[in-house]
């Protein structure tokens, strides 16, 4: 029983095999605390409030 190899399929097929080759470049988790402050007082404060409960 086959598959029709769509393009949604493809475009997974290829993600595994360069993942697997380590030609996709893996994310960094570690962050920079100091950035995301200041993104998150810049961008979001004024409608999220200070510890994110949406009293901004």
Known sequence: ???QLTKSRLC????IVLASLGLIP???LAGDLATGKNLYQTNCLSCH???GDGKG
């Open 26 to 28: 893996q994310l960094s």
């Open 1 to 3: 029983m086959g598959h």
């Open 12 to 15: 997974v097929l290829q993600a």
């Open 49 to 51: 409030g200070a510890t």
